[in-house]
């Protein structure tokens, strides 16, 4: 699954750029010595090239900031979403909590419950996991945080259990864009069986009514059902629960927990995202108010 990092490429945003950086929003995860994030001189960046769906995120040493960049614009009906795809590239990022690229309901509750998809999370400081916000079935990969890059499939299926796979580039090239597609036989064989044999992440819900993604807090009790990508990487002095549990030690480098890495120089990008949906051509049909901008993150119809 490891392959040596590519280049980098961090460009000048233009409006073609489907993501949004902005200084000083207030995200209850991280703040910086400043008190918000993007507010210490550094922000995420467009890339250099003709990909409006990249972002690239670089830490500056010394600084215990806390970078983001969002697409408000473009909403994912979950009822209508059915795989995202992407590359990604990490470099230097040991003793770094970040999310190259992850999905948050809108509505966000309920925790492990929520609906939260983490395809690429370093949490704790010293792996790379496909994670659920602590539910499902969770991985830790062996995808290195100081040199790797690679391809990241999120899919949903017919029964709206959702699971993440990583692989090569290579490996998702020869199989029509994606990462291998996980076997399983129900909720509980693909969270507790199967994937814990294979190596992909799982969420369902048996907890709940429906016991899938619909069941979880993005959909249920007000919940719209609609999710937004994030892509952060949160190296700053405070935080909520996650900034608790995910700001792990790292006694390998005499990291400390919640103490940010001034020593890091972590760079994160990903690009070629897509995501497909029902629509003609496998395009996602975007939530009601979305972007014209939005097409350029799914297939042409």
Not at 36 to 63: H, R, W
Not at 73 to 94: A, G, L
Not at 149 to 177: L, M
Not at 272 to 277: A, R, T
């Amino acid at each position: 699954m490891l392959l040596v990092a590519l280049g980098f490429s961090a460009g000048v945003n233009n409006a073609s750029w489907v993501w949004s950086a902005p200084v000083g929003e207030h995200f209850y995860s991280c703040a910086s010595t400043a008190g918000s994030t993007n507010d210490l001189g550094t922000a995420p960046t467009a890339c250099i090239g003709d990909d409006p769906t990249c972002v690239n995120l670089k830490v500056t040493p010394g600084k215990a900031e806390c970078l983001v960049a969002t697409v408000p614009d473009c909403k994912i009906p979950m009822h209508d979403f059915v795989s995202m795809d992407y590359d990604f590239t990490i470099n230097s990022c040991n003793g770094v909590w970040a999310a190259p690229l992850w999905m948050t309901p809108d509505t966000w509750q309920w925790g492990a419950g929520s609906g939260e998809i983490d395809s690429l999370e370093f949490c704790t400081r010293d792996s790379v996991d496909l994670n659920f916000a602590g539910g499902g079935h969770q991985l830790q990969t062996n995808i290195s945080l100081d040199m790797s890059s690679g391809h990241v499939t999120v899919r949903k299926d017919g029964e709206g259990i959702v699971t993440i796979k990583a692989c090569s580039a290579e490996q998702a090239d020869a199989n029509g864009g994606q990462c291998p597609q996980p076997e399983y036989t129900s909720c509980e064989d693909c969270q507790w069986g199967a994937a814990a044999e294979d190596s992909y992440a799982c969420w369902c819900n048996p907890g709940t009514t429906p016991s899938n993604i619909y069941g979880s807090g993005g959909c249920r009790n007000g919940g719209d059902c609609l999710w937004t990508l994030v892509s952060d990487i949160w190296n700053g002095v405070s935080g909520d629960s996650g900034y608790a549990a995910c700001m792990t030690a790292v006694p390998s480098i005499g990291l400390e927990k919640e103490q940010p890495n001034l020593k890091s120089h972590c760079e994160i990008e990903v690009k070629k995202i897509v995501l497909k949906g029902s629509g003609p051509n496998q395009s996602l049909k975007w939530g009601a108010g979305s972007s014209p901008s939005c097409a350029a993150l799914t297939t042409s119809e």
